[in-house]
Every structure is written in structure tokens, then in C-alpha cells.
């Protein structure tokens, strides 16, 4: 049982919170993001909803895998909620692939737009709907003025905006809520069985409005992001520059 004094401090987090651009922290998505240990870089150890949330990637391989990593986040968003909404330039994404993060393809909605402006003015459109649980764009020169008004957009309907910044061209600052890069690494093979392995990450938030920003080194295991063991320290990029 909170205290009077606890309660005002409380609220006060609250009110910053919502000043700063986020959605008051809820628990709404309680047990639904498979984010594990992360969540505790986030104010009250609540993912950010009604917010966007800007991901850079150096490589096409950081590009694939920060898909991947996203598709995963999607998993809690969607569950139990409305359908996302995916806007690229090219026809690249493989949709049956979301299947392996528990995301059923029928679910999203792609669309392909050749221009920045155009995918900027669809994202801007899309963020503004009720009833979608996620939008999800490639912007690569994310400006400020734009970051802004995808944040307004998204704290009247409380859609969650995700934007994938390949080579991004202007890294300045921006309005998101969030800025993350995601690394891939090599297949984790539990108790060394044989096969494919899963599908593993190096992690890095390195903005977070209100929080602390932190690194991991993730695997998606049973539906979920699990922290690798220390043994398992090797990256593609790695590998890629001993074969080369």
C-alpha cells in the first residue's frame, strides 16, 4: 500500500511523463512484452506505447536483424489488439518469416512506397488511426521537424510508431521517444542441439526519454528475449571480417 507521500511522487513521474510526449505508464501490456530485462530501462519498467521509437542501422545485416528484433516487440503489441501497419520502399520483407516471432503475416499490412515523403505522409496518415497496434516505417533522413509530427500523431491516438533508419544520412537529434541499434549475431544452439539455432542480437539503446539507456546480447527463445549466456560472444560482423 503506497503512502500519501509515494502516490504524489507517483503522480508527479506520471505528469512528466506526459509532458515529455509518453502516454502515462500502465499495465496494460503486463506479461505481454517478451522483452525480459530490458523493460527495466524503461520509465516504471513499462515499454513506451503512444510513442515513437527510432532504430539506425549501419548494414543491410543490422538492417535484417533489427526486422527481427522489432517483429518480436510486435508479438506483445499485437496480442489481443489491432493489426500493424508496414510501409518500405521495396518489396523486401519475407511475410511468412514473422511467423517464427508468434506474428501472424495476415495481420499486417504491407504497403510500398518508392519516396521518403510518401512513406513520411503514410506513416504520419496511419499513426493517426484508432485501432492499429503499430506503424512501422523506413525513413532514412528522419529530420526533427518530421520526428516531431509523427510524435504528435502518435500521442492522440496512442498507436506506437517504430522508424528503421538504414544509413541514416542526418543522425541529429530527433523527437523520438527512444533510439536503438541492433547488431546481429551468430545462431544460439541450446544445450548444443543441432539445427539452425535461434536467432540472436546485440542490443543497444542508447536513448530512452525518462529512462536509463543499457546494452544486451538477446536470443529469441520460446517466445520470448532471453539474455545469451556469456559464452556466446560472437557477432556476424565477426565472423564476416575472419573470412575475409
Known sequence: ???ERENIIAQLRQDILRMQGQRPATDRLAGKLPLGSVLDAFPHSVFPTGAIH??????????????GFITGILSGLMRNSGPCIWISPDPVLFPPGFSAFDVKPDRILFVQARKERDICWAME????????????????????TASRRLQLAVEKSGVTGFVLR?????????ACVSRWQVKPMTS?????????GVPCWQVE??????????????AWMNGSFQPLPDTHAVTASSILRKIG
Open 1 to 3: 500500500m503506497l503512502t
Open 54 to 67: 527510432e532504430y539506425i542501422s549501419a548494414t543491410p545485416a543490422a538492417m535484417a536483424a533489427t526486422t
Open 125 to 144: 496518415t496511419c499513426l493517426q488511426m484508432d485501432g492499429l497496434s503499430a506503424v512501422v516505417g523506413e525513413l532514412p533522413g528522419l529530420g526533427f
Open 166 to 174: 538504414p544509413k541514416p544520412r542526418n543522425p541529429h537529434h530527433t
Open 188 to 196: 544460439y544452439y541450446p544445450d548444443d542441439f543441432p539445427g539452425v
Open 205 to 218: 539503446l542508447l536513448k530512452i526519454r525518462g529512462g536509463r539507456p543499457g546494452a544486451w546480447r538477446l
